[in-house]
C-alpha cells in the first residue's frame, strides 16, 4: 500500500473512533434524559396517589367499564 492511502486510512480510523466516541456520549445522555422523565413521572404519580381520596383506582375502572349512562 502505498503511503497515501495508509495515511488516508489512518485518518479514517481516526474519524470513526471519533464518531463512535459521540455516539456513547450521545447514547449515555439519553439514558440519563429518558431515567429523568421516568423518575420525574414517578414522582407525579406518587404525588397523585398522596392527592387521591375518591374511590380506589379499581372501582373508578370497574365503574367506567359499567358504562352505566
Request: glycine content about 2%; proline content about 0%.
Amino acid at each position: 500500500m502505498s503511503k497515501n492511502l495508509q495515511e488516508r486510512l489512518s485518518h479514517m480510523i481516526y474519524e470513526f473512533r471519533g464518531i463512535k466516541a459521540e455516539m456513547t456520549l450521545l447514547n449515555l445522555n439519553q439514558e440519563i434524559n429518558s431515567g429523568n422523565k421516568l423518575k420525574i413521572w414517578k414522582t407525579l404519580a406518587d404525588k397523585v396517589s398522596e392527592k387521591w381520596t375518591e374511590v380506589s383506582s379499581v372501582e373508578e375502572i370497574s365503574q367506567q367499564r359499567e358504562k352505566s349512562w
